[in-house]
T-cell receptor
Framework: GAVVSQHPSWVICKSGTSVKIECRSL??????MFWYRQFPKQSLMLMAT?????????EQGVEKDKFLINHASLTLSTLTVTSAHPEDSSFYIC???????????????FGAGSRLTVL | DAKTTQPPSMDCAEGRAANLPCNHS???????VYWYRQIHSQGPQYIIH???NNETNEMASLIITEDRKSSTLILPHATLRDTAVYYC????????????FGQGTILTVHP
């Protein structure tokens, strides 16, 4: 089946530094990937839609200059949290849709998530 | 905001059927019902989806009422590994994966 890999699975960084999270579709191509954020005991919140070869589309309230998204190939999207602060500590999850798959248009494969802790 | 409502939590005994309800009274004609689940500290996992007919796959069954305003996800023989948060999402076919998650139902399966 479709597999999405996220790396790193967890990261601890100092306040003010930048952190990059990678999301890869291992056995399928994805022109679109999605980035979510999840705080403890809360549901997933969509941050942005990552489009291969073009700019990402950000949800209302998400700072595009702080959360840089690059989707340079059909199998890789990256999320960079710039100048991270403790309030950015969260669980970041990506997802991708296998456009060649036989499932519905909203059948997504999610990565295992990346837990960011900013000290 | 999510357009579906689900009970915040449910319990089920291992080996018994788990029936998780979802209310989607504002669903429109071209919107499907999708179910995902999230096991603790992992990414969500797709379970099943349907439009108006009942559906079954290797993981679960989905029963949709005739008026499509509610549905029930059935895990026929729940195991401890089915303990998770279950999300019901109504979404149109043109949304192309842009899912809006509500609070879901925390299902706890007991030995």
């Amino acid at each position: 089946g479709a597999v999405v890999s996220q790396h790193p699975s967890w990261v601890i960084c100092k306040s003010g530094t930048s952190v990059k999270i990678e999301c890869r579709s291992l056995d399928f191509q994805a022109t679109t990937m999605f980035w979510y954020r999840q705080f403890p005991k809360q549901s997933l919140m969509l941050m942005a839609t990552s489009n291969e070869g073009s700019k990402a589309t950000y949800e209302q309230g998400v700072e595009k200059d702080k959360f840089l998204i690059n989707h340079a190939s059909l199998t890789l999207s990256t999320l960079t949290v710039t100048s991270a602060h403790p309030e950015d500590s969260s669980f970041y999850i990506c997802s991708a849709r296998n456009q060649a798959g036989t499932g519905g248009t909203n059948v997504l494969t999610f990565g295992a998530g990346s837990r960011l802790t900013v000290l | 905001d999510a357009k579906t409502t689900q009970p915040p939590s449910m319990d089920c005994a291992e080996g018994r059927a788990a029936n998780l309800p979802c209310n989607h009274s504002t669903i429109s004609g071209n919107e499907y019902v999708y179910w995902y689940r999230q096991i603790h500290s992992q990414g969500p996992q797709y379970i099943i989806h349907g439009l108006k007919n009942n559906e079954t796959n290797e993981m679960a069954s989905l029963i949709i009422t005739e008026d499509r305003k509610s549905s029930t996800l059935i895990l026929p023989h729940a195991t401890l590994r089915d303990t998770a948060v279950y999300y019901c999402i109504d979404i149109g076919g043109t949304s192309y994966g842009k899912l809006t998650f509500g609070q879901g139902t925390i299902l706890t399966v007991h030995p």
